[in-house]
């Protein structure tokens, strides 16, 4: 029975992140974000401070040199690493929003990250012109 409901949950899990979409037009621009790794399964992650920009379907993450640079299609993301301009990884990974922190893991490394959102970052320069009258 417990393996059964592990299972189902798993399943559940994983049709819950095919559905995924790219984020909503409002949370296009730039934010002061964080980025967390766990680079164990049962680890907490770690966290810091990140430079976040969302445009559509592209989400890139800046960390001092270090680039993540994402593509966000339905049900997956394609993940692009870059040290300055050297790419040094890329994978794909299912992934999902939990409101404005996107969840994604590397399957062949055991890593789990989490890109959380936070103050956008020139307020004025970026108005949503879905609001902006």
């Known amino acids: 029975m417990r393996r059964s409901a592990t299972l189902l949950l798993a399943v559940a899990g994983a049709a819950g992140a095919v559905a995924a979409a790219p984020p909503a037009p409002a949370l296009a621009g730039h934010y002061a ?27 890139s993450v800046r960390i001092a040199d270090i680039v993540y640079r994402l ?11 870059l040290h300055g ?24 490394k055991d890593v789990r990250y989490e890109v959380r959102i936070g103050v956008r970052k020139g307020a004025a320069s970026h108005k949503n012109p879905a609001t902006h009258t």
Not at 39 to 59: L, M, N, Q, S, Y
């Open 85 to 108: 301009k050297m790419e040094i990884d890329e994978f794909s990974a299912v992934y999902d929003w939990q409101g404005e922190t996107l969840r994604f893991n590397d399957p062949d």
């Open 33 to 59: 974000g964080e980025l967390c790794v766990a680079t164990r399964p049962a680890a907490a992650p770690t966290c810091g401070p990140a430079e976040v920009e969302v445009d559509g379907p592209r989400v």
């Open 71 to 81: 593509v966000l299609r339905p049900g997956q993301a394609d993940v692009e690493t």
